[in-house]
T-cell receptor, first 113, second 112 residues
Framework: AQSVAQPEDQVNVAEGNPLTVKCTYSVSGNPYLFWYVQYPNRGLQFLLKYITGDNLVKGSYGFEAEFNKSQTSFHLKKPSALVSDSALYFCAAPDTGRRALTFGSGTRLQVQP | EAQVTQNPRYLITVTGKKLTVTCSQNMNHEYMSWYRQDPGLGLRQIYYSMNVEVTDKGDVPEGYKVSRKEKRNFPLILESPSPNQTSLYFC???????????FGPGTRLLVL
């Protein structure tokens, strides 16, 4: 079965510092991996996805994610955090057998001014 | 504007009183899905639909029904709501597969 895991419930970072939100995956075949962000009182918004090709994927709002096959990880990164980046972040992978997306449990990012 | 809309956004009801949460998308997407979001559990899929008149169960379908009579609409029906269905519900759509999904704003449901 396809699965993703987010080992941290919360990540705290100071504004201007680099941030990393972690995700590990367990999928068969070539992985498709996604990051979504949920701002307070909003639905989920697509940030970026990895399908194939470069291991560094660039997405919206200055975010990028690094695909690492040997570590089965897909960590979300940003060089300089903003207070407005504070939100709930979800890693996801499609379960092709069931035609669904499987989401991680989410990581709350708090960026302090 | 391309979007997924849900109504109502907030709903308080009592145990056993049937309710429907509507979902509509204007992007001509074939795939639609319902999720519930609970703290510490992420999003769990309730039902999905690959196309009109084609629906299937997700991870947590018990207590829910759906229908897909038109491509744009995918209502979620709770025939007899119970307090354990108190949650935040999201509808989502995708062009032709579940990979990149577009989410509605969410419906927060409280069942007393």
């Amino acid at each position: 079965a396809q699965s993703v895991a987010q080992p941290e419930d919360q990540v705290n970072v100071a504004e201007g510092n680099p941030l990393t939100v972690k995700c590990t995956y367990s999928v068969s075949g070539n992985p498709y991996l996604f990051w979504y962000v949920q701002y307070p009182n909003r639905g989920l918004q697509f940030l970026l996805k990895y399908i194939t090709g470069d291991n560094l994927v660039k997405g919206s709002y200055g975010f990028e994610a690094e695909f690492n096959k040997s570590q089965t990880s897909f960590h979300l990164k940003k060089p300089s955090a903003l207070v407005s980046d504070s939100a709930l972040y979800f890693c996801a992978a499609p379960d092709t057998g069931r035609r669904a997306l499987t989401f991680g449990s989410g990581t709350r990012l708090q960026v302090q001014p | 504007e391309a979007q997924v809309t849900q109504n109502p956004r907030y709903l308080i009801t009592v145990t056993g009183k049937k309710l429907t949460v509507t979902c509509s998308q204007n992007m001509n997407h074939e795939y639609m899905s319902w999720y519930r979001q609970d703290p510490g559990l992420g999003l769990r899929q309730i039902y999905y639909s690959m196309n009109v008149e084609v629906t299937d169960k997700g991870d947590v379908p018990e207590g829910y029904k759906v229908s897909r009579k038109e491509k744009r609409n995918f209502p979620l029906i709770l025939e007899s709501p119970s307090p354990n269905q108190t949650s935040l519900y999201f509808c989502a759509s995708s062009p032709n597969n579940p990979k990149t999904q577009y989410f509605g704003p969410g419906t927060r449901l409280l069942v007393l």
